[in-house]
């Protein structure tokens, strides 16, 4: 069993920042890719950013610039790092993870509340 538990959300103003974290927990062999995804009211999840185990790293477009995914492999540990925040990045962000034994949808966390106020 693989517990994923998120940290870091909260309310603040657009252009602002904030640093969300996830950390992995419980029984498992290896992490190949953690991520984060999105889900704004009314809206499907969508992806955020990515990094694989050796640090390749994939962001989706409206993010590029602004945010930073970054992990450390020995706490299994994944990081979001948000800079110039607007308020359309205000959603539920979930953590994400490929732990070994793997399952086709990887392993959830229970996500973090952001808002981004204007």
């Known amino acids: 069993q693989v517990q994923l538990v998120e940290s870091g959300g909260g309310l603040v103003q657009a252009g602002g920042s904030l640093r969300l974290t996830c950390a992995a927990s419980?029984?498992?062999?290896?992490?190949?890719?953690m991520g984060w995804y999105r889900q704004a009211p009314g809206k499907q999840r969508e992806l955020v950013a990515t990094i694989t185990r050796f640090a390749r790293i994939n962001y989706a477009d409206f993010v590029k610039g602004r945010f930073t995914i970054s992990r450390d492999n020995a706490k299994n540990t994944v990081y979001l790092q948000m800079n110039s925040l607007k308020p359309e990045d205000t959603a539920v962000y979930y953590c994400?993870?490929?732990?070994?034994?793997?399952?086709?949808?990887?392993?959830w966390g229970q996500g973090t509340q952001v808002t981004v106020s204007s």
């Open positions: 994400n993870a490929d732990a070994i034994p793997s399952r086709p949808s990887g392993y």
């Open positions: 419980g029984t498992f062999f290896g992490i190949n890719t």
